[in-house]
Nanobody, 123 residues
Framework: QAQLAESGGGLVQTGGSLRLSCAAS????????MSWFRQAQGKQREFVGG????????FYADSVKGRFTISRDDAKNTVYLQMNTLKSEDTAVYYC????????????????WGQGTQVTVSS
């Protein structure tokens, strides 16, 4: 049973940066893709980006491309979401999720989720 735990959320000013972490445990993650999603209040959960467990491939939503970077640390079984040039529209609860074998931008395709971490961007 995979367990995911996000951390690193908080309050940041417009234009600032924040790094989220997602610590994975409970199983081996070979061939698993790790993704980040976010859900703003009153809106549907949306795909932010993802990374293959090998780390050789990353994918991003157009809304964050060029501002957000996903990376992973094998030794710590942790995936990171570096968020730069934050905007008010980035305010949301951010979740990490993992699935086997391929990337998907559809939340229902993911079985394992973290509890989420709040990111608030203020002007």
């Amino acid at each position: 049973q995979a367990q995911l735990a996000e951390s690193g959320g908080g309050l940041v000013q417009t234009g600032g940066s924040l790094r989220l972490s997602c610590a994975a445990s409970g199983r081996t993650f070979d061939q698993y893709y790790m993704s980040w999603f976010r859900q703003a209040q009153g809106k549907q959960r949306e795909f932010v980006g993802g990374i293959s467990w090998s780390g050789r491939r990353t994918f991003y939503a157009d809304s964050v491309k060029g501002r957000f970077t996903i990376s992973r640390d094998d030794a710590k079984n942790t995936v990171y979401l570096q968020m730069n040039t934050l905007k008010s529209e980035d305010t949301a609860v951010y979740y990490c999720a993992t699935r086997y074998g391929s990337l998907s931008s559809i939340p229902a395709d993911y079985r394992y989720w973290g509890q989420g971490t709040q990111v608030t961007v203020s002007s």
